[in-house]
């Protein structure tokens, strides 16, 4: 790949009437990546940012230095240069609550997961409640549920609430039970299953809607407890290079918190937030419409979160056809074909782009159905998504492409699935599962992310897992379904342009031409030629946005910044 002379000279005369008086940061001493305005990766070795945070060219050193006479220099000590990363599904609060509670992600057993409740209880005696998530049957090699009682042997004294890692269900202890006041007679609520001893009485674990039977008791986390888990998330989503985020679902409460840490310039990555459905909060924050690019961009509200069914592990995903490990269930459908239609044209009519949560093939194809009879009377110029789109048959993959909604993908799931994904699906279903290169191939569009917390926030894991298939393990050989690996070219687009497309923020962010905003990170590998195994291995050094540094490795910097 070549510095291409032609592409630089537009970049950097693009920005020239802001250049002259402008000129704030030089970064020098690196070697750089980005797209083209027609998707072509491109190097540079040098950038030029303009005093209001924006890139005013990127090119060699030598044409761009007579420029930045009066800029600061950045001696970027020959580390790779990139634009930040965006990760199209997390979930921002979500990741810093797990930072203070009971963190069961990477438990390799039953045991190891009840060590670290007990722990986290004793390090914690005034906790009404003890909380947390990531704990996985299936890595845990159960084969079955956990249970109340297993639950006991950690904390008997005081309630135990603990999300499963996918978020799709909750293990409860027998005190949250009892306070709870669920019972034998106690009915699951639609969209919902309340796993149950032989006698009929709850086990322990509740899936999807049945959650809330527990966590309707769960005392809500206080504002500083928000507030400190809000940092925490920030903090994490830098040190990874994370510069952008779809936060997918949020409430009344957590709007005020960003819209608070926007007002005190506190806000270090961009948050490109969801409404958590279309019921009471929905109509408190779409009194005033979508809302874009406050606070220098760093804050947005201009789309609607929606379920259509739960998760493939809990096996809550909606089937067209029976489990098989499980013949007498086809998974949960959350709402009725109606319901379904309604609360999307709800959200469209307000001008919200429209972003469901779609697992199972019978899911996915419910909303390809329930858009196609919406769209001809509304248009795709919202952009609307589907979420995780995991596991479609591969007609519908087409009927997708066609309907021009963007598949809003998570590749470390795959790797994370793919054993259970199997014994849940069977080898005939597998053909459309974790598809991101037939969605290519058939014309679509792909924006990648992580779904953190349920996997890691790291980008590097993700784009291992796009090209390679397989866990950092190495496993399976050749990786899983292997005709789905995606180039790292592919991939890196789905974490930065495509993530912005399917924001709505591609002339903002995502790449680092002329007018954008200077979000980049500096790395220490050359992710395009290094072994696909060495990826994860990837170390962020800094992390900038909107032309300020607001992470630095350690080892790095002399002085803390951001």
Known sequence: ??????????????????????????????KGYTFDGLGRLQKFEAALIDDSGKIVGVGTRDMLKPRAEKADVVDGGGAVMLPGLIDAHGHVMGLGQMALEVDLSGTRSLEEGLERVKAYAEANPDAKWIRGRGWNQEVWGLGRFPTAEELDSAVKDRPVWLARVDGHAGWANSKAIQLAKVTAKTKAPSGGEIIRAEDGTPSGVFVDAAESLIARHVPAPTAAEQEAALEAALKTMASVGLTGVHDAGIDQKTWALYRRFGEEGR??????????????????????????????????????????DGALGSRGAALLEPYTDAPESKGLAFHSDPALANMISRAISKGYQVNVHAIGDAANRQVLNTFGKILPYTGQGLRHRIEHAQVLKPEDIKTLTELGLIASMQPTHATSDWQMAEKRLGEERLDGAYAWKTVLKSGGKLAFGSDFPVESPNPFYGLHAAVTRQ????????GWLPEQKVSMIEAFYA????????????????????????????VDKDIFSAPPQELPKTKVLETWVAGERVYCAEDRCAEKVG
């Not at 032609?6 to 690196?30: D, H, K, R, Y």
């Open 267 to 308: 806000l270090t990555t961009r948050i490109y937030a969801m409404i958590g459905g279309v019921d009471k909060d929905f109509d408190a924050l779409s009194k005033a419409g979508p809302q874009d690019k406050l606070y220098d961009g760093r804050l947005s509200l201009r789309a609607v979160k929606l379920y259509s």
């Open 495 to 522: 974490f930065t342009l495509g993530a912005a497309h399917a924001g709505h923020q591609e002339n903002q962010v995502g790449s680092l031409a002329a007018g954008k905003w200077a979000d980049f990170i500096l």
């Open 1 to 30: 790949m070549r510095l291409a002379t032609a592409f630089l000279l537009a970049t950097v005369l693009s920005g020239a009437a802001q250049a002259a008086t402008f000129a704030a940061t030089f970064v020098e001493n690196v």
């Open 471 to 478: 866990t950092q393990d190495g496993e399976p050989e050749g």
